[in-house]
């Protein structure tokens, strides 16, 4: 399993980058790029849709199509006794045109292609994670050769925290003995 999580080195760095929150753009103001950064490693109380720039694990030519990348999100707690929902986006990133330098979500949609969602009944509790899978995805909006992608968590309903958001390329349970 390729693995693209933070290390704890990273994560212990004072300088964790943040996410932007894009809840003030709207429909005035679509065709703005908004920059993206990793979700960093401190647990994040999903008020607002918060955008992530996730990196993508790097597949050896030998195993691309051998397996399913999949984004994992984990540390997902329940903070009361009501029902929860929140939407994943996932959406390719486009490089700034004029200096180049950092990622940025772009004008094409809103939030990017949908991925899935997490659903939580009232008095749930404990901490959960939740598994996309995301080749499909991944092709589809032609990020097959990105090194990152922008996820978007959308907060439905509900009030939820969320630990981390990372891209794993999980290989099938009888290639792991090659």
Known sequence: MADASPTKEECSSSSTPTTTHDHDHHQNDHNQLIKVEEFGCQTRKLETPIRALVKKPKVGQSMEGRGTYVLSIEGIDVLNDEPV???????????????GDGDEAGPDSEFGKFAGSLVE???????????????????????TDCDNLVVTLKPR??????????VEYVLPDEDLDD
């Open 157 to 166: 309903s509900g009030e939820v925290s969320v630990g981390s958001v990372r």
């Open 85 to 99: 929902r929140f939407d994943v986006f996932v959406a390719k990133p486009q490089q700034e045109a004029a200096a």
């Open 121 to 143: 009944l009232a008095g749930s509790s404990g901490t959960k994670s939740l598994d996309l899978g995301i080749s499909y995805l991944i092709k589809d909006i032609e990020a």
